[in-house]
């Protein structure tokens, strides 16, 4: 799981005076008497690259497609730029929107799909003629300016919607799902494209994906959400290493969750006594949970390591277990491990050495180990 981050790099966001760009409050929408999104409140900084991030279902697309105006919120605000979008249709709002499916014209060359919001303007045609150029050239495809859609590859028509979305200037930029049709190597090699893209015109880029790495590689701050609901927003690091709940630890990357109760809790650690483990787990950090409480554990596969053969144990945080799956993966191998519990966690470890040179097989029993501040405890 890559944790990088697109975008801004003096985050606003903590500044408490700063305005935001886009300020949505309260905002739910109904369908039928379902809520698809439920009293969503996000601020979202002007020249940002942000993420809506969630599985299928979850309200992100239904809300994007309200800041470009094509839903209506059955209630709260939607401010961009400081205007109240409640009664400006989409055509008058300083939004694009570059949609999954690219929707562009079949009988028009990939130069006339990216004028056409120019030449419905009325812009002049020089002037549409010299930013037409100037924006294929940005996007890498000035030679396919003659060619038809059904003669391109579908990173070619990717580039196109982009530029087309990109060339009337928008203030605000919105992407659906803009890489799904993408094969993986392209896919990668394009989201630091688009990344390099958006701060070189320093436009405001709001992207809605179900693809963690996309989002974490891109986004300078991402929003997850679940059931139309907002379940945290934060940096990419922030959201992996220091999730709020169990569905985005879950959500976000892999994770290794140890139920347990919590035994004791002081300002620099708290003790859970974990069944899963069967023994003592210690979290580093002050105390969020009362002794008594049930709680969960989060250790990311990466942080777990592997103690050699005559290594002395730790007397916490620390466990046997048998290798039951192995997954290698070129630069990394994931072991699941099963613990006498009957529990199976997962571990991970960079391929320093030749594969015929690991020591680690299926059935073979390990002993591992994680430190304390690698923990994050979670309230059940």
Same mark, same amino acid.
């Given at each position: 799981m890559a944790v990088g981050a697109g975008g801004i790099q003096d985050k606003p966001w903590t500044d408490p005076k700063a305005q935001p760009?886009?300020?949505?409050?309260?905002?739910?929408?109904?369908?039928?008497?379902?809520?698809?999104?439920?009293?969503?409140?996000?601020?979202?900084?002007?020249?940002?690259?942000?993420?809506?991030?969630?599985?299928?279902?979850?309200?992100?697309?239904?809300?994007?497609?309200?800041?470009?105006?094509?839903?209506?919120?059955?209630?709260?605000?939607?401010? %961009?730029?400081?205007?109240?979008?409640?009664?400006i249709p989409p055509y008058r709002r300083p939004v694009n929107m570059m949609f999954q499916s690219y929707a562009?014209?079949?009988?028009?060359?990939?130069?006339?799909?990216?004028?056409?919001?120019?030449?419905?303007?009325?812009?002049?045609?020089?002037?549409?003629?010299?930013?037409?150029?100037?924006?294929?050239?940005?996007?890498?495809?000035?030679?396919?300016?003659?060619?038809?859609?059904?003669?391109?590859?579908?990173?070619?028509?990717?580039?196109?919607?982009?530029?087309?979305?990109?060339?009337?200037?928008?203030?605000?930029?919105?992407?659906?799902?803009?890489l799904g049709a993408l094969d993986r190597k392209l896919r990668e090699h394009t989201q630091f494209e688009l990344v390099n893209i958006q701060e070189k015109l320093g436009m405001t880029f709001v992207i809605v994906t179900h693809d963690q790495e996309e989002a974490m590689t891109m986004a300078s701050r991402v929003c997850v959400m679940n059931a139309g609901m907002v379940e945290q927003v934060?940096?990419?690091?922030?959201?992996?290493?220091?999730?709020?709940s169990r569905f985005v630890a879950d959500f976000i990357g892999t994770a290794n969750l140890f139920d347990g109760v919590v035994t004791s809790s002081t300002a620099s650690e708290t003790r859970v006594h974990s069944a899963d483990l069967d023994g003592e787990i210690v979290v580093g950090?002050?105390?969020?949970?009362?002794?008594?409480?049930?709680?969960?554990?989060?250790?990311?596969?990466?942080?777990?390591?592997?103690?050699?053969?005559?290594?002395?144990?730790?007397?916490?945080?620390?466990?046997?277990?048998?290798?039951?799956? %192995?997954?290698?993966?070129?630069?990394?191998?994931?072991?699941?491990?099963?613990l006498p519990s009957g529990k199976r966690i997962q571990l991970s470890r960079t391929n320093l050495l030749h594969t015929a040179d690991t020591q680690i097989s299926w059935d073979h029993t390990v002993r591992f180990e994680w430190h304390p501040a690698n923990g994050i405890l979670l309230v059940i």
């Open positions: 760009f886009v300020r949505i409050q309260g905002v739910t929408k109904y369908f039928d008497d379902v809520a698809a999104v439920n009293g969503v409140d996000l601020n979202i900084c002007r020249g940002e690259f942000f993420a809506l991030l969630g599985a299928s279902g979850c309200g992100k697309t239904t809300l994007l497609r309200m800041l470009a105006g094509f839903e209506t919120p059955s209630a709260g605000k939607i401010f %961009i730029d400081g205007v109240d979008m409640a009664d562009l014209f079949p009988h028009m060359t990939v130069g006339q799909n990216v004028a056409f919001g120019l030449q419905q303007e009325d812009v002049a045609k020089p002037e549409i003629a010299e930013r037409v150029a100037e924006m294929l050239e940005l996007v890498q495809i000035g030679e396919l300016a003659r060619r038809k859609p059904d003669q391109l590859s579908g990173g070619q028509r990717q580039r196109v919607a982009l530029a087309r979305a990109l060339i009337k200037r928008p203030k605000l930029v919105l992407l659906d799902e803009p934060g940096t990419p690091s922030e959201v992996y290493e220091y999730p709020n950090g002050g105390g969020t949970a009362a002794v008594g409480a049930t709680v969960s554990v989060m250790v990311r596969p990466e942080k777990i390591q592997v103690v050699p053969d005559g290594s002395p144990a730790p007397s916490f945080n620390t466990a046997c277990g048998q290798v039951r799956e %192995i997954a290698y993966l070129g630069d990394m191998s994931v072991y699941h491990v099963e």
